[in-house]
C-alpha cells in the first residue's frame, strides 16, 4: 500500500536548523511532484516547498532563502532543509504527492512530523 514516513522533526532553538525527510512508498515516486505543506496552531495548512518530477522547485515567500527542497528518486525520499528556522516555522509539516501523468492526478498525504521553534 501507498505510504509517506516524515521524519526529522523535533525541537530547535531560532535561528537552528532541521532536516526533514518523507519515505515513499506502493507508488512511482519519480512521477510524481512531491510537496511539503504545514500547519500551525490555529493556521490552516499552507504549501511550503515542491519539487517535480524534473526538479523544478517553488517556495513559499515566506521560507524562500532560508528552505530547500531536494529528492532522490533512487531513495524514494524528498528532503527539506530548513534553516534560519524562526517561531513562526513552528507547525506539524506534511509531505504530500502528486501525480504528474493522470487527470484528476492520484495524490497522497503523509501524517506529519512536528517542528517546534523555540528557546
Known sequence: QVQLV???GGLVQP??????????????FSRYT???YRQGPGKEREL??????????NYAHAVKDRFAISRDNAKNTVYL?????????????YCF?????????????GQGTQVTVSS
Do not use: H
Open 34 to 36: 512531491m510537496n511539503w
Open 48 to 57: 511550503v516547498a515542491g519539487i517535480t518530477s524534473s526538479g523544478i522547485t
Open 97 to 109: 504527492a502528486k501525480g504528474e501523468i493522470y487527470r484528476p492526478p492520484y495524490t497522497y498525504w
Open 15 to 28: 535561528g537552528g536548523s532541521l532536516r526533514l525527510s518523507c519515505e515513499a512508498s506502493g507508488f512511482t
Open 6 to 8: 516524515e521524519s526529522g
Open 81 to 93: 532543509q530548513m534553516n534560519s528556522l524562526k517561531p513562526e516555522d513552528t507547525a506539524v509539516y
